[in-house]
């Protein structure tokens, strides 16, 4: 039995039933095989069982020698005259293995060999992890030691990657994740949380836990006690969100940097997660607290729908001028799109705004740098009418798998293009294309292959490089924004060069990022020095995005959280897009007479 989809989805008919009584609605349906790939409710002591799927074999055995022996020497001969005619036509030295393992369009290259080999990297990763780590929330690989951001720990590595563990068929790690999760973790402890780390990571895992294993009760409480701890930090004057709250005392704390402002990134979200909560439990309040701050933040109806990076809580205004898609800016873009793909595409006000937004980077942060014309998506330092920098984070590498995902809804391309195919649509996916490409040769322009934290794109005629990398950006911290669009763009246009890239990205983190001692692999000090000096720090999002991605990039079957039914979060936790109706709706409509581009309040 292999990971499938769960096929059904848990009837909520009643708003006021307690998480103790849900009851689930059972569905199964018959694999290729004839087994069922439904996933029905687990028992509290129960987990689904996943074993890795069968091979399917292109060719049968012959029962007659003859045909047999006619059969091989035809495949012999074949191959003979193939090598023959390729050693003849080359027209260059390449190795002759590159044109059945390596080079593109050269021959078949064994995707799923390359998937092992990445369940192979999460493997060792999970392994010194839980060796030196179990339960704990930092991971140092290099010294084997460990600590706690909460004073009983939070889950973060593990409730992180439960999902990756169910998509990968790990059954028996996952059960003592499972374990853990179930008798150690807490979330009454009286300790001050990022309100948006603490709901991608901690709320998103375990609702995708619970949707992957079949609706097990027990993720789904631990999720919703989490997700009512968070709300005081909502409590705000305008309902936008405070950085932090207190998971014991449910104070909303404001940032301690910054003048008291939310990350605009950060407070816009939180709306995927909330609202599935708001589904799965019946309780409108999450909903309404997690639509309010879009409400708020699009009545300052920013410039050509570029936000600064920067919010205040009490006033609902921009604090600062800078507009980036980088850090502190990337996700509120992510998550307009992707609220509209999560209700079934039903509240067309977030598409509006997404629409509105991506005409808005055309028109002021896309370029091309020198000599070669890469395009990168700039910075606004001082603002909408300020100068250009040509400053761009690894984190912006989201954005063409998000454009690709806007401009089909998830679709595959051919599917998307029967489909009244749209100028902007067309745009919207040469600029996924070419960003892509972008983020690609950020790891192809450094010695080791491994991107660094931030790049700069040259825009002097008179140098011969297009990217550099300054020594205090040329840290590596296993980010999963390009693998993620590989992923994407390969589910969508199918084009083998997205594959190709994300190999090379894997192997380049095998050679350069992988401890020898078997503990795994380790962030670096710089990407650009050869042997590099490790950082010594597992993300844990190494192992909820990076290898997720990088192994749903090498798995052949499309069905396997298909674009079209599921959303992803920005951690990489999938989650079910679903019908709204009839217990909710969008509570909020836009104002047609906004004033243009409020002052933004003084830094």
């Known amino acids: 039995m292999s990971f499938s989809v769960p096929q059904s989805m848990p009837d909520f008919s009643s708003t006021a039933r307690s998480v103790e009584d849900y009851v689930w609605s059972k569905a199964s349906s018959s694999g290729p095989s004839g087994t069922s790939s439904g996933r029905h409710r687990a028992a509290e002591s129960d987990l689904p069982l996943y074993k890795d799927k069968p091979i399917n074999l292109s060719f049968s055995q012959r029962s007659k020698r003859a045909r047999s022996t006619w059969i091989m020497t035809g495949v012999v001969l074949g191959v003979i005259m193939y090598m023959l005619y390729r050693i003849g036509s080359s027209a260059n030295d390449r190795p002759l293995s590159s044109w059945f393992f390596g080079g593109r369009g050269r021959g078949e290259i064994i995707w799923k060999d390359r998937q092992i080999q990445v369940k192979e990297a999460f493997l060792e990763s999970w392994n010194g992890y839980e060796k030196y780590a179990f339960g704990k929330d930092i991971f140092r690989p290099v010294a084997k030691t460990s600590s706690n951001m909460a004073p009983e720990g939070m889950g973060w590595i593990i409730v992180d990657c439960l999902d990756t563990m169910m998509i990968m068929n790990l059954e028996e790690p996952l059960q003592r ?326 190999w090379e990205i894997f192997d380049a983190f095998r050679r350069y990022a992988h401890l020898p001692d078997g503990t795994g692999y380790t962030c670096l000090e710089s990407v650009n020095e050869v042997p590099p000096r490790p950082r010594d720090n597992m993300e844990s999002f190494w192992l909820a995005e990076t290898l997720k991605y990088l192994y749903l990039l090498f798995e052949d079957d499309d069905s396997i959280l298909p674009l079209d039914e599921i959303v992803f979060n920005t951690e990489a936790h999938p989650f079910p897009r679903f019908n709204m109706e009839p217990l909710f709706k969008t509570g909020w409509k836009r104002s047609s007479n906004q004033p243009d581009a409020p002052a933004a309040e003084a830094p």
């Not at 079949?214 to 919703?224: I, N, Q, R, S």
């Not at 507009?323 to 039903?346: A, H, M, P, V, W």
């Open 177 to 502: 994740a499972r374990e853990w999760v179930a008798n150690n973790l807490t979330y009454d402890q009286d300790y001050e949380v990022n309100t948006f780390e603490t709901t991608i990571r901690m709320l998103g895992g375990l609702l995708s836990a619970h949707y992957l294993s079949g609706f097990d009760d027990m993720y789904l409480e631990k999720a919703v006690d989490l997700a009512s701890r968070l709300l005081p930090a909502f409590d705000s004057a305008t309902g936008v969100p405070y950085a932090s709250v207190n998971l014991h005392t449910g104070i909303g704390i404001p940032s301690h940097a910054d003048g008291g402002a939310s990350s605009t990134a950060e407070a816009t979200s939180l709306q995927l997660e909330f609202k599935y909560v708001s589904k799965l439990t019946g309780e409108a309040l999450y909903w309404e607290k997690a639509e309010k701050v879009i409400e708020v933040l699009d009545s300052k109806k920013a410039v050509d729908s570029l936000a600064p990076i920067f919010i205040m809580p009490e006033t609902g205004g921009f604090r600062g001028n800078q507009i980036r898609l980088g850090s502190r800016g990337d996700s509120y873009y992510e998550y307009l799109l992707k609220q509209f793909l999560q209700t079934n595409k039903r509240e067309v006000i977030y598409r509006q705004m997404y629409d509105e937004s991506m005409a808005g980077l055309k028109k002021r942060l896309i370029q091309k740098s020198k000599p070669r014309g890469f395009t990168y998506v700039a910075e606004l330092d001082h603002g909408i009418d300020g100068a250009l920098s040509p400053k761009m984070d690894h984190l912006v590498c989201f954005l063409p798998g998000n454009l690709a995902l806007g401009s089909t809804d998830g679709y595959p391309l051919f599917v998307a293009q029967r489909n009244s195919w749209t100028v902007s649509q067309a745009s919207d996916m040469k600029l996924a294309k070419d960003l892509t490409r972008t983020c690609y040769e950020m790891y192809k322009t450094t010695k080791t292959g491994i991107a660094p934290e931030i790049v700069y794109f040259n825009t002097d005629d008179k140098i011969t490089d297009d990217i550099s990398i300054k020594w205090q950006d040329s840290h590596n911290l296993q980010r999963p924004e390009t693998v993620e669009s590989l992923f994407i763009m390969w589910r969508i246009t199918k084009d083998p060069i997205y594959r190709e890239w994300g």
